[in-house]
């Protein structure tokens, strides 16, 4: 992303300096490039740290799936989420964003879309082509399924509750 908006190390380095990241010298940069050494082992490893990840984003101005998903990738390459789950790097976008659920996984969008802390709930974004009519038919159908879920557990416990 770097040499795609034609930023130096030096000048990409001064700019994680400016946002208080000071630690992201041209030398780390570039170590993190070109894979850094591990400090027991001496090998070199390319992993960034979430901190990492986020200052650079911050520093390049662009949003952190960009560093996450190269934006040169097709929709259709594939992207490698861990050793044994690959999908599409538009899966991967979508996954990345919340839209989606990774296959092999629970699967249950609602379940899912209930991790989103409640105060943001309301302004959940939905992928592009869903517009403000099927996002509220979306959900108002996860409301209808989460209310009949309650009732039912409060049917079972109150059955379990009479028996004592």
């Given at each position: 992303?770097?040499?795609?908006?034609?930023?130096?190390?030096?000048?990409?380095?001064?700019?994680?300096?400016q946002?208080?990241?000071?630690?992201?010298?041209?030398?780390?940069?570039?170590?993190?490039?070109?894979?850094?050494?591990?400090?027991?082992?001496?090998?070199?490893?390319?992993?960034?740290?979430?901190?990492?990840?986020?200052?650079?984003?911050?520093a390049?101005?662009?949003?952190?799936?960009?560093?996450?998903?190269?934006?040169?990738?097709s929709?259709?390459?594939?992207?490698?989420?861990?050793?044994?789950?690959?999908?599409?790097?538009?899966?991967?976008?979508?996954?990345?964003?919340?839209?989606?659920?990774?296959?092999?996984?629970?699967?249950?969008?609602?379940?899912?879309?209930?991790?989103?802390?409640?105060?943001?709930?309301?302004?959940?974004?939905?992928?592009?082509?869903?517009?403000?009519?099927?996002?509220?038919?979306?959900?108002?159908?996860?409301?209808?399924?989460?209310?009949?879920?309650?009732?039912?557990?409060?049917?079972?416990?109150?059955?379990?509750?009479?028996?004592?």
């Open positions: 992303m770097r040499k795609r908006l034609e930023m130096s190390a030096a000048q990409l380095a001064q700019r994680c300096a946002i208080g990241a000071p630690e992201l010298t041209e030398s780390t940069i570039a170590n993190i490039e070109t894979g850094r050494k591990h400090k027991s082992t001496g090998r070199r490893r390319r992993h960034v740290t979430v901190d990492e990840l986020l200052a650079f984003a911050a390049l101005d662009v949003a952190p799936i960009h560093l996450l998903t190269s934006p040169d990738a929709e259709d390459d594939a992207y490698q989420v861990t050793p044994s789950v690959s999908v599409s790097t538009d899966k991967a976008r979508g996954w990345i964003r919340g839209f989606w659920t990774l296959p092999g996984t629970r699967n249950e969008r609602l379940f899912y879309l209930l991790e989103i802390p409640s105060d943001e709930r309301g302004r959940v974004w939905l992928p592009p082509g869903e517009g403000v009519s099927s996002r509220i038919s979306g959900m108002e159908a996860a409301i209808a399924q989460l209310t009949d879920a309650l009732e039912d557990l409060k049917t079972h416990q109150g059955d379990g509750d009479a028996g004592q």
